[in-house]
């Protein structure tokens, strides 16, 4: 996807995340993104995974199970925030998502979330595939939260609990074998949030040689997110040489704050989508210049 459309996706979520509770519809939304309303959808939908109004509705269902375990408020008034028609029509849509109808899931998983968050305070909380790694990992924490989340029950969060100098930084990471890529382009796709990061985050990927060359590496370092952001989508475009082994990738945290991650995606890409790999040799120069430094720009 072009720069100019992934902007424009991007602009597009944050529409949609402050009006979740707002008359939302496809018109309204191609509207505010400048494009017909046919045209919009197969760009939504082919970057995204799904149309506009099935990410409005999915939104809006996670954001309500939120509400349902963490507030007392009642189930209809819950369904008219989310302009659902009837308690009836929400509590379908609730179901297809959650398999519970929404009253059964507060009862239930009120008590599970209560359990869950009792053990976690008793023990250090590790997450199945995801370690903690940086410079100064010991200034951060990585965690599950279940009260934000963009869909399903829960997040992956990456936290400074305290930072001491500039340029310190963590990362939750995963790494695996690079065969079942060889020779592809790979697309690292998810959704993103942050609180209060005065340095930046973002996703990160990297593909290594079996002795730790690396072959290629986006950090998102030209198009950082910072400050205080609501979920939004965002990805990664790497190859994968054949002389590759290892990928890794992750959520990079420099500095203080919180960021947290859902709905990670690995996907394969045709060469029609432009990677984001940062070319580290491209400014650098041919043959040596102003050795006696008397030349002048």
């Known amino acids: 996807m072009c720069v100019s459309r992934y902007s424009i996706i991007k602009n597009t979520i944050d529409y949609i995340e402050t009006h979740l509770e707002d008359e939302l519809s496809l018109e309204t939304v191609a509207n505010f993104a400048g494009f017909s309303k046919y ?13 506009v109004m099935e990410y ?18 009642k ?12 308690q009836e029509s929400y509590t379908r849509a609730f179901k297809k998502i959650y398999k519970l109808p929404p009253g059964h899931y507060r009862k239930i998983m009120s008590t599970v979330t209560l359990q869950r968050e009792d053990t976690e305070l ?9 370690f903690l790694s940086g410079s100064h990992p010991f200034h951060y924490e990585i965690g599950i939260d279940r009260k934000n989340f963009h869909k ?18 963590a990362t939750m990471m995963q790494e695996f ?26 996703f ?35 190859d994968v040489p054949e002389n590759s082994s290892v990928i890794s990738f992750g959520v990079l945290l420099s500095g203080s704050g919180q ?17 984001t790999n940062i070319n580290f040799s491209k400014d650098i120069l041919e043959e040596p210049i102003n050795l006696s430094f008397e030349e002048i720009e």
């Not at 959808?41 to 995974?49: D, M, V």
């Not at 008793?122 to 995801?130: A, F, L, R, S």
């Not at 859902?262 to 432009?274: G, H, I």
Request: glycine share 8%.
């Open 259 to 275: 960021v947290w991650i859902d709905q990670l995606n690995f996907e394969e890409v045709d060469e029609t989508v432009q990677t």
């Open 75 to 86: 189930i209809i008034d819950i369904a008219f925030q989310y302009h659902f028609e009837t």
């Open 56 to 73: 409005v509705r999915t939104r809006r269902i996670a954001v309500s199970a939120s509400q349902l375990l963490y507030t007392d408020q």
């Open 204 to 238: 990160w990927m990297r593909v290594d040689n079996g002795l730790g060359d690396v072959l290629q590496f986006d950090n998102m370092g030209d198009r950082p997110v910072s400050g205080d952001t609501e979920w939004n989508h965002y990805f990664i475009v790497l």
């Open 39 to 51: 045209h919009f959808h197969r760009i939504f939908q082919k970057e995204i995974g799904m149309t």
């Open 177 to 202: 074998k690079a065969e079942k890529y060889l020779g592809k382009r790979i697309k690292l796709s998810g959704f993103l949030k942050s609180k209060s990061v005065e340095g930046f985050c973002g």
């Open 122 to 130: 008793k023990k250090e909380q590790t997450i199945k595939g995801w």
């Open 152 to 169: 399903g029950e829960a997040s992956g969060y990456l936290k400074a609990v305290s930072t001491e100098s500039f340029g310190e930084f």
